[in-house]
Every structure is written in C-alpha cells, then in structure tokens.
C-alpha cells in the first residue's frame, strides 16, 4: 500500500542526494501512465519515486483528483507546501520537456520520448507529461502489474459480476466513452477528443468472431447507457452498478475479460494491458489521441489489432481510414511511374528485391509477393526463373498487375481480404514483403502469418519505413497529410524491425539495405540513398526460424 512521507520521508530522503518526483493529473488511465513512465525512470536511476498529488488538480476544467490511492504502490506522497517548491523550481525544465512532446507527437507519430527514458537524475525533479506508450515502461512491466494491484475490498456487486466474466469462456470487455467534454458536476468543458461509433465497434467485433465463434460482450461506459448506442450481433451485459468514486473497480472487471474492445480512452487501454489471459484479442482505434496527424504508432503494444473505423470528433472533418479505395485509385498512375523507371533502368527497388532473392532462394523457388501492388516486382522475380503468387487487397493494384504482358512467365494475381488473410501453412520457400508492414493494423499479427506460410528455413525480404531518413521527415513536413504518409503506422529504425522479426520467430541474415529517395536516381548520387539518414526504406532479410 502506497505511504504517507509524513513519518518516513525525512529517512528516505536522507538516504539519497537528490529525489524524483512526477506531478499527477487528469483521470485515473492518465494518471497510470505517468506514474508507471516515472517508476520506470526512477527504477533504472535506482531512487525511490515521490508523488505530487495536488498542484495536478488545482485548475482541472473537469474538477477530476487524485486517484491511485487504491493501488498497491511503493511510491511517497509529497507535502503539498512541497509540491509548489519542486513546481516552481522546475518551472524551466517542465515547459522545454512539455513542448517537446508535444511537438514530437505529431512530427514523429509516436508518445515514445528516449529523452526521458534515458533521464539521469543528478538534482531534485519534478517530472510532467502525458507517456502514453508501453515502451516507457516496457523493462519493469511486471513490477507496474504487482504494483497496479487494486487494495480496497471490492463490492459484493463487484464480486459476482467478475465470477460471471470468469464462467464466461469468450468474455469481451467493451468500453464507451461518452461524457468528453462534461465536468463530474454537469459543467460544459472544452472538447478535442474523439468518439468511437458503432461502425468501430462493429468491426472489432467482427474480428473477435473470426476467431471465438460466439461471444458475451461486457458493456462499460462513463456514462449513462441506452441499449440503441450500441447495434452489435452479440449479446450485451450491462456493468453500470459503479460510479466514478469506484471506477477502479470497473477496471478490475474490465481486466478480466478474456478479450478486450477499448475506446481511445487511457482508462480501457490499462484495462487491457492489465488483463492475464493467453491468447487475449485486444481491437483498439486508430486515432488514440486528439492530434490532427496520422495515428499515432507506439501508443499499443504491437500485437494488438488496430481498426481504422471512423471516429471523429464533432465539428470536424472525417479521419483518414485504412482501405483499399486510396491504393486503388492512385493504382494506374504508380504502375505508369514505375513501369516508366523499369525501362530507363532505374527501378532501385526491384533490383534490390530481386538481387536478394538470387543470393538467398534457390532457383525456380516458390515466392509469395505480399502486397504486391502493381505487380512489377512479382514480374521481375518470375523473369528471374522464380513461380510467383502475387496477392494484393487492392482491385486495382491487381487489375494493373493482372494487365501486364505474362507470356511464359510463371506467375499469378489474385484479390485477397483487407484483413490479414489465412495463407496456406508451409506453402512458399519466400515472402516478400515490399511497403506494406507499416500499413498494417498489427505488424506482429502479419509477421506471425509470414513465419507460418514459410517452410522451414524459408526466406522473408521485407521493406520497413526508416525512421532515421531525414528525406522522410523532410517530405512530412512539406506535406504532412499526404495519403500515403497518412496511413503509415510502423515507421521503425532496424533494432525495432529486428525485434519484430525477433519476437515472430525469424533472425535477419541480411540488412538493412536503404533506398529510395531523389538521389537514386542522380548520376553519381545514388550511394547517398544507401545512408540511413537519408534513404527512406530500408530492405531487410530474415530467415524463419525452427
């Protein structure tokens, strides 16, 4: 149970030059997030971790307070009077870190700050921001699980709903978020926020199905619920016995579920990553925060399933969602541009994929192209003496592949699902895999099927957005809302994309190669595109492992 400094800060504070300390605020999933980011700091700098549990809420527009009392925390509350002394000390440093996440949230795509993971604590501090990203606290997660354990008894009301979750085999925890913008006494308050509809929920459910047949559906929401808020093929429970004064509860009830459909609310999203069943499915919406740019991409672990439904705030335009429309009508002018390179002879990509699969497939292998757009690169490699099967979501990527000249040539294209399809088990000797894993919703889930289509020491050549390429963060810039920088969601430097391949049961034998960006194509400049500073993609590959 967390304690009181009042008796045992003066020891503590004797034992340690300087202290840490994060000021916490907003709701309860907010508040998590900030003590879990400064725990993991505190940890890694081997002090303990003080709480400034007042000067958070002074001006909170939604009169919210402090609410990690119920947990099991190892932390020490700070005085108020001490409080405003670290706040006003640290006044400097708290604006710079501030502006800067939130000038790298939408500029970067990503919560994820190395900056404060790495920080080294040589004086008193005084810790503010949001860290909405597991991978603040990635290295101590079970001791965030040990430490969110919730304290206080629970309501007896509380007791039977979790023993109906746990007799249920297919539990699904739904979370509604519906009150943005109301205070806890009724006030009207500013509103950025975005709001799941039915069609998010629809699609989550849908996939969950896939997967578990039949399902019962566990409805929680900040509000009060109507049956026609939600028009879902399952059945629905009701969990509406507690009030914001036992929201911890909910949370508890919520992480029981064996799967899990949560809001962009960082209520839902601990709900979710606190729950212990294997094989757990977790859906999430593409836009978890309010910002204006593309999804944010480290905001969820990578194995949870993104939905691109809509979800837009009132008053503004609809969010860019994930289909297959954008790739289908830019389809014949890309095939055009590329067919244009082929025969100037400076088609960068194609001879990078093709070059590898010589080296490391043998002749006449067996090749899924995954993604395979226009279909240039599934031609090149079956001109290489390759049989090729290219499969691609788009109608039309597939019709500009399909329309190509394929005389004696053994390859073939075919329309596959938008979702990630089931591809047949042990069938192909190599994947590749050229711009198409940092479109995904889940790049883990898409990893998992590329190991299970290859045979035992098969081949998987991938290309992965850099995030190192300053021409990348240059052409974001001239125009951030570019479809397809829009749509990216993974944009990984190669210890990210080794880690992936990593963790999908692949090790990379080759790579990265980078590429693509205005020099491949200059006389005597195409070296520079080979940088990872400035080549936009990088070309990986991986073995599958036994």
């Not at 501030?98 to 404060?116: I, K, S």
């Not at 806890?184 to 578990?212: M, P, W």
């Not at 691109?308 to 335009?317: E, M, N, Q």
């Not at 081949?459 to 021409?471: M, T």
């Amino acid at each position: 149970m967390q304690t009181n400094p009042v008796e045992e800060a003066a020891d503590i504070r004797g034992a340690h030059a300087c202290r840490l300390a994060v000021r916490i605020k907003g709701g309860l999933g907010n508040q998590m997030f900030q003590y879990a980011a400064a725990l993991g700091v505190a940890i890694r700098n081997e002090i303990p971790l003080y709480l400034d549990p007042h000067t958070g809420f002074a001006k909170d527009a939604y009169e919210r307070c402090y609410r990690l009392q119920y947990f099991n925390l190892s932390s020490y509350l700070l005085p108020e009077d001490e409080c405003y002394h670290l706040l006003q000390k640290s006044r400097y440093i708290r604006a710079y870190r501030l502006y800067r996440e939130r000038f790298r949230t939408p500029w970067f795509c990503a919560n994820f700050d190395p900056a404060v993971y790495n920080l080294r604590v040589r004086c008193d501090e005084l810790l503010e921001g949001c860290w909405q990203s597991p991978l603040f606290f990635a290295d101590v997660s079970g001791r965030i699980r040990d430490e969110f354990r919730i304290q206080p008894e629970l309501s007896p009301e509380t007791r039977a709903v979790a023993k109906e979750i746990e007799g249920t085999p297919a539990s699904v925890s739904i979370h509604l978020r519906r009150l943005h913008g109301w205070s806890a006494t009724g006030k009207r308050v500013s509103n950025s926020c975005f709001i799941c509809d039915n069609e998010y929920y629809l699609k989550a459910i849908q996939h969950i199905q896939r997967f578990t047949g039949s399902l019962q559906a566990f409805v929680f929401a900040d509000g009060p619920f109507r049956p026609g808020d939600l028009e879902l093929p399952c059945s629905l429970r009701i969990v509406n016995h507690n009030g914001p004064e036992r929201d911890y509860e909910d949370l508890y009830l919520m992480s029981r579920c064996r799967h899990h459909i949560i809001a962009n609310s960082s209520f839902s999203w601990w709900a979710a990553w606190l729950g212990t069943h294997a094989g757990t499915i977790v859906c999430a919406p593409a836009n978890f925060t309010p910002h204006k740019g593309p999804p944010i991409r480290d905001a969820y672990p990578s194995d949870w399933m993104v939905i691109y439904g809509r979800a837009a705030p009132p008053g503004r335009t609809k969010v860019m969602t994930q289909d297959s429309t954008l790739f289908t009508r830019t389809a014949s002018g890309f095939a055009a541009g590329t067919e244009r390179l082929i025969e100037d002879g400076k088609y960068i990509r194609g001879q990078l994929f093709v070059r590898a699969a010589k080296r490391f497939i043998s002749p006449g292998g067996n090749i899924l192209d995954y993604g395979c757009g226009p279909g240039r690169i599934s031609v090149l490699l079956a001109r290489s003496g390759f049989r090729v099967q290219g499969i691609d979501p788009a109608p039309g990527m597939v019709r500009e592949a399909a329309a190509q000249d394929l005389t004696g040539l053994d390859v073939e294209f075919s329309l596959i699902a938008e979702e990630c399809p089931a591809l047949p088990v042990g069938g192909f000797d190599c994947v590749v895999c050229s711009s198409v894993i940092e479109y995904v919703p889940s790049a883990a889930a898409l990893l998992t099927a590329f190991r299970n289509t290859l045979r035992p020491e098969g081949v998987l050549l991938i290309s992965y957005a850099n995030r190192l390429s300053l021409w990348r963060i240059y052409a974001r810039w001239r125009n951030p809302r570019a479809p397809h920088l829009a749509l990216q969601r993974y944009i990984w430097n190669f210890n990210q994309i080794r880690g992936e391949l990593s963790r999908a049961g692949f090790a990379v034998l080759n790579g990265p190669t980078y590429f693509e960006s205005p020099f491949d194509c200059k006389p005597f400049c195409g070296w520079l595109s080979r940088l990872a500073v400035i080549g936009t993609l990088g070309l990986v590959v991986a073995r599958r492992l036994p």
